[in-house]
C-alpha cells in the first residue's frame, strides 16, 4: 500500500462483489452491502458497469473485461468462505485485513458473534466513514487498526477486547499473498497463541504459476506487490507449525465448477487461487 491511501486492492475486491450482487446464477451468493462500502468514484463504475453501459475506448473495455472475471471469482470465493464460517458459528470472528469487507453487516448468522476487523489505518479510516449508512448484522463490531509489517497485532486484539479463552473463526482472504514469509510467521504465531479448542483458520493463498506474473505486474502498480506463493503441501505444513489442521484446501476452479458451469468456466484460468479452511489441533475439553 502506499502510504496515506487506502488499499486499492480492497476497492477492486469490493467493486467484484458489488458487480455480482444479484446479477449471478449463484443463489448461495449476495452482498448487499458492497456497493455502499465503495468510494463514489468506484460505485460510479460499477453502476455503468451494471447498467451495461458500453465503456468508451479500448481502455474502457479491457477494464470492464477484467471487472467481470474478476467478479465471478469473487463470487466462488465468497461463497466458499462464507460456508466454512457458517459451519462453525463461533462466537468471534476476527477478519485479518477486513478491507470493505460487509459480514458484520449482511451475515444474519452472526448476530450473536462479536467481530474485530483488523485492517490498516488508512482503509480503515475510509471504510468507517461510509459503513454508517448500513445496518449492523453482527452482535457487536470492533475496529483494530493494524499494520501486519510493523504493529503489535497481539496487543492491538487484547485491547480490543478479544478473548483467547473463547473459540474464534479467523478470516485471512486477502492479505497473505501481500505479506512476506516472516511477516506470516508471525501473524500465524498470534493466531495460534489467541486460538482456544474449536478455532477455525480460513486462508485465501497464492500458489506458484504462470498466471501470477500477470497478477504481479496489476497489482504492483496499484502499489501492492506480491511477496508469497505456496503450494498446498507448504501451506498444510505451515498450518501445522501454527497447531492448525487443513480439512479443506481447494482451487477456485475446483471450488467454481461446485457453483455452476458457467463460474467454473470463468474461473477455470485461477488455478493459482487456493482457499484453505483449517481447524485448531488443540484437544477439546
Known amino acids: 500500500m502506499k502510504p496515506g491511501r487506502a488499499s486499492q486492492t480492497a476497492v477492486l475486491v469490493c467493486m467484484a462483489r458489488a458487480a455480482s450482487h444479484g ?3 449463484v443463489a448461495r451468493f449476495t452482498d448487499p452491502t458492497a456497493l ?23 481502455r474502457g473495455r479491457v477494464a470492464d473485461t477484467f471487472l467481470d472475471r474478476r467478479a465471478k471469482m469473487m463470487v466462488v470465493r465468497t461463497v466458499a468462505i462464507d460456508d466454512a464460517v457458517r459451519a462453525v458459528l463461533s ?22 458473534a462479536v467481530v474485530f476487523e483488523v485492517d490498516h489505518p488508512d482503509s480503515q479510516r475510509d471504510k468507517r466513514a461510509r459503513v454508517g449508512a448500513l445496518t449492523q448484522a453482527a452482535r ?30 479467523w478470516i485471512w482472504e486477502g492479505v497473505v499473498m501481500y505479506l512476506a514469509l516472516a511477516d506470516i510467521e508471525s501473524t500465524l504465531a498470534v493466531i495460534a497463541r489467541r486460538s482456544a479448542a474449536q478455532s477455525r483458520l480460513i486462508v485465501a493463498y497464492h500458489s506458484p504459476a504462470l498466471m501470477l506474473r500477470l497478477v504481479g505486474v496489476v497489482v504492483r502498480r496499484l502499489g501492492e506487490p506480491l511477496r508469497s506463493a505456496f503450494t498446498a503441501d507448504a501451506m498444510r505444513a505451515l498450518l501445522a507449525k501454527h497447531g492448525f489442521g487443513v480439512v479443506q484446501d481447494e482451487d477456485l476452479p475446483t471450488l467454481g465448477a461446485a457453483l455452476g458451469s458457467e463460474i467454473g468456466r470463468a474461473t477455470r484460468v485461477l488455478k493459482h487461487l487456493r482457499i484453505a479452511t483449517a481447524d485448531s489441533l488443540l484437544p477439546t475439553p
Open 140 to 169: 457487536k463490531v470492533r475496529f483494530v487498526p493494524v499494520d501486519f509489517e510493523r504493529d503489535d497485532l497481539d496487543g492491538a486484539l487484547t485491547a480490543a477486547g478479544h478473548d483467547p479463552a473463547r473459540p474464534t473463526t
Open 91 to 112: 462466537p468471534q470472528l476476527v477478519i485479518l485485513g477486513a478491507g470493505l469487507d460487509g459480514r458484520a453487516w449482511r451475515m444474519h448468522e452472526l448476530r450473536d
Open 36 to 58: 455502499t462500502l465503495l468510494p463514489a468514484d468506484a460505485r460510479a463504475r460499477v453502476e455503468r458497469f451494471r447498467a451495461g453501459v458500453e465503456p468508451k475506448g479500448l
Open 23 to 25: 446479477a449471478t446464477p
